[in-house]
């Protein structure tokens, strides 16, 4: 298996590689989120490549304790509101999105430290979260779910991985299903 070191590299070449302009729009807005000490979590696309699954994304998603505020903190430094959302800002420069989603009680949890560096959401959490939008939007979310069995296999998580028990039931049919163990439609699935 490999380590977290070789992931963030594999990773990264990805993201250079494709001529994505993401990394450095997600160094800005942490900069930004750092100096008016709003705290954040990465997940969506990104977090996934940095945990073992090199896909391709093309915005950064980013947990905030109030999207309000840090929407307006960073349309203040470099970022435009985007119309008809109120949740999402594009960087002037590189053109990159960024969606802003509020950190809760369920997933994904609420950030509480304030960095200047990307914060990822733990694995256990990124998963619960994938899972968890998955559950609540369906197949409007199949990356989620798609995203969640490639995490399972390139990090080669046990059934016993400890994903938040509101969405383990979903954790374990994904696994079974991943290891031969279960077929969707299989008793009542």
Not at 32 to 46: D, E, K, N, Q, T
Not at 64 to 73: F, G, N, Q, T, Y
Request: aromatic share 8%; glycine share 8%.
């Amino acid at each position: 298996m490999q380590t977290i070191l070789q992931f963030h590299r594999q990773a990264e070449f990805l993201r250079e590689s494709s001529g994505s302009n993401i990394e450095k729009t997600l160094r800005k807005a942490v900069k930004v989120l750092s100096l008016f000490r709003i705290p954040h979590y990465l997940c969506g696309g990104f977090a996934v490549q940095e945990h073992g699954y090199p896909r391709f994304t093309v915005d950064v998603d980013i947990i905030v304790p109030d999207v309000e505020l840090a929407r307006e903190k960073l349309c203040m430094k470099g970022f435009r509101e985007n119309p008809g959302s109120s949740m999402t800002v594009t960087d002037w420069d590189t053109k990159v999105k960024i969606d802003l989603h509020p950190g809760g009680p369920l997933t994904p949890p609420v950030p509480t430290a304030v960095s200047d560096e990307p914060q990822i959401l733990t694995l256990e959490s990124l998963i619960a979260s994938k899972l968890s939008t998955y559950i609540g939007r369906g197949i409007e979310r199949a990356q989620d779910y798609a995203d969640v069995v490639k995490l399972i296999q390139a990090n080669d998580l046990p059934r016993a991985f400890g994903v938040d028990w509101k969405v383990q039931e979903s954790y374990h049919r994904i696994w079974d299903e991943r290891h031969g163990r279960g077929r969707p439609n299989e008793g009542g699935r």
